[in-house]
């Protein structure tokens, strides 16, 4: 862990030493999260999940078979024959 004594600018700036960015792998461009509190303030990389929506989702899992019917999908599955199956291919 690194420790920094920096100075905050009059435009309220602060410089992360190049030291500490590497560290963190932060490059230009990173989002950071800054979290006040009573006894200051802690700064982190930002989660990459925060922001997203349900729309960022579309297209990420393919299909490349036949279309698939919902009553298909919503058909109880026998795991009993899927591990047998399973079995048979693993001898």
């Known amino acids: ?3 920094a004594i920096i100075k905050l600018s009059s ?3 602060i ?4 030291e500490i960015r590497d560290a963190l792998h932060w490059q230009a461009g990173t989002q950071l999260t800054l979290v006040s509190s009573v006894s200051g303030v802690t700064l982190k990389a930002a989660s990459k999940k ?7 989702l579309i297209g990420m899992l393919q299909h490349d078979g036949p279309p698939v019917s ?3 999908l919503c058909r109880p599955v026998d795991y009993c024959a899927d591990w047998e199956e399973s079995e ?3 001898q």
């Open 1 to 3: 862990m690194s420790v």
């Open 11 to 13: 435009k309220g700036q």
């Open 15 to 18: 410089v992360i030493p190049k």
């Open 50 to 56: 925060a922001g997203g929506n349900l729309g960022d």
């Open 70 to 72: 919902v009553d298909a």
């Open 88 to 90: 048979k291919r693993n």
